[in-house]
């Protein structure tokens, strides 16, 4: 049976992910993966100017080079993304949509989004997708700007986001040195793992969708047990962009993801 999942609601059902967005008002979708891509034996990397104009604190547009693998038996290729504390990778996935139980599925080329470089034949490597807009032009955009531009065409994937709170929860928290002094200058509260996309002032508290979890400690002591999923958290903002890391982190979330 489907579970229900708040904001971007998805449930992964025999291959399938079963979108209800809360945040626009399409019909409901089921989204499954057709495919994986292959990398071909010798990838080349070549450099993509991607044009973007999301504002940033300092107010002006920004110029992305984005990172390209060969993927065999296609012109689409899978995309690094420019900022390197997103630790995301794009690739070109076909994606069979369908509204609604009798409506006809349709195919498109679609992206999915995951701390791996490689492409998984395994969907629990991905934690999220990429669906293209209604026009034709959007399925040829780089992935890099188009989910900047479009955060709400972005679906997540159960599993692989599923994976992403256990490497947080099991290997950060235990390990990550601002947590612990945190802890460690109050006698008991909540930690938050915060999203680095929006730097804040000492002893501020970051908005609820920059907010990837919350862990408490009593005495000093982080409580690994106490990790509690914040599912106001949002992968991509508008207005500030995707998922951004320590190094430390996306380094762990890397190496999980690659052994999927």
């Known amino acids: 049976m489907a579970t229900r999942l708040p904001h971007r609601c998805a449930s992964l059902v025999s291959g399938s992910v079963r979108i209800w967005s809360a945040h626009t008002f399409c019909p409901p979708m089921s989204v499954s993966r057709v495919m994986p891509p292959r990398i071909c034996g010798q990838s080349f990397r070549r450099s993509l100017q991607v044009s973007a104009t999301r504002r940033c604190q300092m107010g002006h547009a920004r110029s992305l080079t984005t990172t390209a693998l060969c993927s065999s038996g296609s012109s ?29 599925a349709s195919t498109v080329d679609g992206w999915a989004i995951s701390f791996s470089p490689k ?14 807009t209604n026009t034709s032009s959007s399925q040829y955009a780089e992935p890099a700007e188009f989910v900047r531009a479009n955060p709400d065409r972005i679906r997540i994937n159960p599993s692989g986001w599923r994976i992403m709170h256990e490497v947080l929860r099991n290997e950060v928290v ?7 002094f945190e802890a460690s ?38 409580n690994v047990e106490s990790y509690e999923e914040n599912k106001s958290y949002r992968l991509v903002t508008g207005y500030e962009g995707p998922i951004q890391m320590a190094d430390s982190w996306i380094e762990k979330l890397k190496k999980r993801f690659e052994s999927l």
Not at 86 to 102: A, E, N, Q
Not at 119 to 132: E, G, M, Q, R, T
Not at 174 to 180: C, F, I, Q, T
């Open 76 to 104: 689409r290729i899978t995309i690094k993304d420019p900022e390197p504390q997103t630790g995301l990778y794009y690739h070109p996935t076909p994606i069979s949509i369908s509204r609604g139980p009798d409506q006809v």
């Open 185 to 222: 200058t109050r006698e008991s509260g909540w930690a938050h793992l915060t999203d680095l996309r929006h730097p804040l002032m000492p002893g501020r508290i970051a908005t609820p969708e920059n907010i990837i979890a919350s862990v408490a400690f009593t005495d000093g002591q982080l």
């Open 174 to 180: 235990p390990n990550d040195d601002l947590l612990r």
């Open 119 to 132: 492409p998984s034949a395994s969907n629990d490597a991905v934690i999220a997708y990429v669906l293209p």
